[in-house]
Nanobody, 127 residues
Framework: VQLQASGGGLVQPGGSLRLSCSVS????????VGWFRQAPGKEREFVAR????????KYHQSVQGRFTVSRDNAKNMEYLQMSSLKPEDTAIYYC?????????????????????WGQGTLVTVSS
């Protein structure tokens, strides 16, 4: 099982980035996928989640309207489009996948909902 996140970097406030996460080693369409982030000195927090076929998305209130999560089951890829970036968005961003169950639908913001994690990609928002 492997999740490989990419696309991070340095961006100015107000800018955009698209993070990608390639997955392998499991049946991707059977899993919900999520993005989390961890800023220096802080706990890892939920950012966004998308269900198996993309019918439902959830976002942390701080990124609602600025970030968009998506997936391509044919390519085993998940994405996080980030726009209007702010300095407080600076963090290591992690992609994750969890088996689609009733609990995963409800407890989408919990870390233990997700079975597999990527290594993280650093996003720095600074002028």
């Amino acid at each position: 099982v492997q999740l490989q996140a990419s696309g991070g970097g340095l961006v100015q406030p107000g800018g955009s980035l698209r993070l990608s996460c390639s997955v392998s080693g499991f049946t991707f369409k059977n899993y919900v996928v999520g993005w989390f982030r961890q800023a220096p000195g802080k706990e890892r927090e939920f950012v966004a989640r998308i269900t198996r076929y993309g019918s439902t998305t959830k976002y942390h209130q701080s990124v609602q309207g600025r970030f968009t999560v998506s997936r391509d089951n044919a390519k085993n890829m998940e994405y996080l489009q980030m726009s209007s970036l702010k300095p407080e968005d600076t963090a290591i961003y992690y992609c994750a996948a969890g088996l689609a169950t009733a609990d995963s639908f409800v407890y989408y913001s919990r870390l233990d909902t997700y079975d597999y994690w990527g290594q993280g990609t650093l996003v720095t928002v600074s002028s």
